[in-house]
DNA sequence: TGATTTACGTAGAACGGTGCACGAAACGGG
DNA sequence: CCCGTTTCGTGCACCGTTCTACGTAAATCA
């Protein structure tokens, strides 16, 4: 804490005339740059301890960095996403920079209108999960600041890294264990893909589970979950009263997962034995006793921590694209 | 989308030279200033449409205001920040400010860093969300930049606002809940506060408690879950496997009242029967069926949008500090 | 019609930093 | 002892805005 009460800003000229040194001497050891004895950095720094002096990023950012990261989010509520975060910070933190959120609430205008904020705070890099927006308009930004996708897949991108889970393997995944306990009649419960874009990863799922089931020599069904029009309580009510109800389901996010199991409960449906389950992403609430779904885990932190490490890479001047998959894994659970 | 691929950045000198004008008026309409004609504007705002500008919001801050408002969270897997954020959000979208938010992590060191790196990038406001920070350390910072403070009592503050739901009405509410259902053997289970802290709202809602208990001339029952130590479901456990286990239980939080039940759950102890169950802060887990929990209601929405509007009329000059209380509601489900 | 106001547009100095180019010592080799 | 290198520290031109002060032309008033 500064013991000052001065309200007035203390800015370089402030710590330079306590120091009696130039402005650019200060600038110097802020920056640890060449050329600076060991007596003018003591004398700086005693100044800098004294004055309780922090560098304006504002100011910083119009020539040099700023050592500040932007990181969007889809959400705030998306339970798989304080894992990813976790694992950003784990690297970031030790490397001394800053990290400043956007929340994304899904929307591709909303995204778009952060990310111009970000490149315009003139943040040093940008991480974004599981964004919405299409891979034309993010190159263009790439253009600008370098940028690492998490949970996003486009892996002819030229201008970005993505990092992901394998999101067809993870489908495979859950069908296999369907397969391996005699289920015959399995479904996949998705929302429908954004504007045709194969990118996200609900359709990457839905592609791993037709090539499952196809293999298993089983026929596919795939139930939607418009976003729009009748509340996601009601579709969900009515995949399950429906009369040809499936007797498992593979839900894309525990995200509908948890919500489906509940209405299930309320409706007396049995889990297992009248409906299985299988959701995505094992969020925290997956885990509890009495929910007890089979998910299955993507490894948020890990997804976090090569995201930012990429990000470093890029920062430091690479420019050939780098596009990771990470192998998902089945969390078995009471619910299949 | 803007078409040209130009990658070197669009500043005001372009813009300017591309209307015809000098930088001053195109500053002038951006901030749509006193003294610009029509003609001036319809051409200037032509050259921007065209260029695809945006100002930048680091350079804007050295002078003027950033039309950015930091939010500072506790965390991000805290189920009632979704709520508190959208209210914030609600407000201040349609006042045509942007939000950049900082995760605080629960640790007062970090939250400290952060609100200086939002001063650093100039933001024009602050908004700190259930913030573990000193109140001391907040005037402070107060003299800055206009704070206002969401879920942390420090009702004395001078230099800034605080925004919350009566902690003590929620847990007499809770009490009273038990009482009426003939309960006696009320315990309260809290995570012990940070340095003496009474500011925080769990020693708000024990003090309720203790209140409602001496109202109701029972014998009060404080269990306190350390956060050093074993393990948060080690101690979850010990305290419902403990001879002496009491009847009913407020729980400070949903964070805690959720694997609360799931252990309860785990052991075969049936609630309500053999242990009702009180939670704080009604997040959507609680809703569910097979969760099922009681909890208190503080209608995150209207807290964060009341924050919202009490930062704007401070930052529009208001020095005199605002401190508002909202009542909490008990919504009522299996668990008691 | 001349004086005064009003409206518009422009220079140019901030804002708080960075980083290049340069000069002055100090150093060291021949 | 002279001259080329280093090593340090400084002056100054940026970065992209805002905003005050000012000049000028048009409009208003007497």
Redesign the pocket.
């Known amino acids: 804490m500064a013991d000052g009460d001065t309200d007035a800003?203390?800015?370089?000229?402030t710590v330079a005339a306590d120091a009696g040194?130039?402005?650019?001497?200060?600038?110097?050891v802020?920056?640890n740059?060449y050329?600076?004895?060991d007596?003018?950095?003591l004398k700086v720094e005693a100044s800098i301890e004294r004055l309780g002096?922090?560098?304006?990023v504002a100011?910083?950012g119009?020539?040099?960095?700023t050592f500040t990261l932007g990181v969007l989010l889809v959400g705030i509520d998306n339970p798989f996403l304080p894992g990813i975060y976790q694992g950003i910070e784990s690297v970031t933190e030790s490397a001394g920079y800053k990290i400043m959120v956007g929340v994304g609430a899904a929307r591709a205008r909303t995204e778009v209108s952060l990310i111009e904020q970000m490149i315009d705070n003139r943040m040093d890099g940008l991480i974004l999960v599981a964004s919405q927006i299409s891979g034309e308009t993010m190159e263009h930004y790439a253009r600008q600041i370098p940028i690492v996708v998490v949970g996003h897949h486009e892996p002819a991108a030229q201008g970005y890294d993505t990092i992901n889970n394998d999101d067809q393997m993870g489908a495979r995944l859950a069908v296999q264990a369907f397969v391996d306990r005699g289920h015959t009649d399995i479904a996949f419960v998705t929302q429908p893909e954004q504007d045709g874009d194969l990118a996200d990863v609900a359709p990457q799922r839905e592609i791993g589970y037709r090539a499952a089931m196809a293999a298993a020599g089983l026929t596919t069904r795939v139930l939607s979950l418009p976003s729009h029009g009748t509340p996601r309580d009601a579709q969900i009510h009515q995949i399950l009263t429906a009369p040809d109800r499936p007797r498992a389901i593979f839900c894309w996010s525990d995200l509908d997962a948890v919500p489906l199991l509940s209405t299930a409960y309320r409706l007396g449906i049995r889990v297992p034995q009248d409906l299985a389950l299988i959701g995505y992403d094992n969020s925290p609430v997956a885990g509890l006793s009495m929910v007890d779904l089979t998910s299955i885990d993507q490894d948020g932190p890990r997804l976090g921590k090569l995201g930012a490490e990429a990000l470093f890479t890029r920062m430091n001047g690479r420019s050939s694209p780098e596009h990771i998959l990470i192998e998902p894994k089945l969390i078995p659970r009471g619910s299949i």
């Open positions: 800003r203390v800015t370089i000229r040194v130039s402005v650019a001497a200060v600038s110097k802020m920056r740059a050329g600076v004895s007596a003018l950095r002096y922090r560098p304006s100011a910083r119009m020539r040099g960095r």
